[in-house]
């Protein structure tokens, strides 16, 4: 099959009950993504799914033929860090950072979804002015940290926040 | 293990007659569960996500009919005006990975009694819309779920739709769990008023078998309001109503113990949501925002 990962269409041949965590870390060489429960638990595998964040170990990757994911790896521009990158490097937004990839693309899902309107759990009827540290952690609350990072996550998500 | 991928609803359709073992799949967060866990080996899969039928909802003749496919995070997006109760229950599913894939139509495949759709479905008297190569049925919310996690589809059948008339007045949904999200729910309770037809709904989860409606209690409280003049007055619900209220949603449970919560606390949890549910939507009607 052919997959389509950070912009390039890359040839695989996948047993159909591969994951698409599994394709990308065992077939594609892309072990940014982690497994770190591998049933939705934890968010360490969370992907960019036509723009739409993903536990890429709860999708086939058989299903995701034309799509377009994206993933850690293809976070970074030719000119450097991505911005959700560089805050987590400057406000200590991880400890052992394996929950890092996912948390950060957890985020850039969050901040377009938040972009678009969409409301959480948190907001009520009236949409607040930014992004509260209630609603960044109802809205992060897919991805979780051993370390308990969870402090320098949210100082680096209003950071971003902040400057969008 | 065979991978079925059809594109239209007429080969799906064909698909699972010609195999009515396959599984289907959708969000895939239930059976992807099952499957990394190696405790389902399915013979074979039938991805149903590439089927515009299931994953678009539209309106036909005053109710909308909402694809079995359509994720939390649309109808959230989508239809938080016409169907607040659903929305609120979808807000509350998993985390928003889960929300981005999980749908409707898997809660219902599912069939657990924890489900979060099913006690906004029971209260907005939703029915759930089955087809086979042999034609369309349609049944209706509280005769769907017929045990732990056993449904009405035949093997030949796919949940297609869940068709509803959005309730003319408020409604209400509140879970009680150990974590703010991804909490698999230790009670959880829905309601709809329908001052339309003078009725009210209710949809309780995980205490009981199944999800279930609390019968007696939506008869109680409309034959009290009814009895009080309160539909017409939108004056104040007495407070000893919304008690004996909760108390009656609390008696429709039949809880066991687990690891998530006694038997005991889920009811008690269960009477006290009922409470304040019904307070909540009350006052909505009476300031008329849910009308
Ligand atoms: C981390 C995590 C947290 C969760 N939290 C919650 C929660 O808070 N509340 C909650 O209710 N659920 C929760 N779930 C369970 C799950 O997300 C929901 O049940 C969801 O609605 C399933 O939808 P899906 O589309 O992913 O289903 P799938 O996994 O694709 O399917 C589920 C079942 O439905 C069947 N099915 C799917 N589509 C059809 C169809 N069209 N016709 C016939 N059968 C069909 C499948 O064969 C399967 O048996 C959670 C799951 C995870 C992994
Ligand atoms: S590895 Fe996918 S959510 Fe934990
Ligand atoms: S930084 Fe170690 S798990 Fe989050």
Redesign the pocket.
Known sequence: MQLSVNGQSRDLELDNRTTL?DALREHLGLIGS?????????????VLLDGRRT????VLAVTCAGREVATIEGLAGPDGLHPVQQAFVEHDGFQCGYCTP?QIMSAVGMLEEFERGWPSAVTGEVQPAGLTAPEIRERMSGNLCRCGAYVGILAALTDVASRS | MDFLQPSTMAEALAAKAEHPGAVPIAGGTDVMVEMNFDKHRPPALLDVTRVSELTEWGMDDGRVRLGAGVSYTRIIDELGDRLPGLAMASRTVGSP?IRNRGTVGGNLGAASPAGDAHPALLAADAEIELQSTAGTRVVKAHEFYLGVKRNAARRDELITAIVLTPPSGPQQFCKIGTRNAMVISVAAFGLALHPDRRVVRTGIGSVAPTPRRAYAAEEFLAAELESAGLWESRAELPTALAREFGEKVKAAGAPIDDVRGTAAYRLHSLAVMARRAVTWAWTDYRTARGT
């Open positions: 965590l982690k497994k770190g429960c591998d049933h939705g638990q934890c968010g360490a595998c969370t536990n890429a170990c709860l996912g | 990975q």
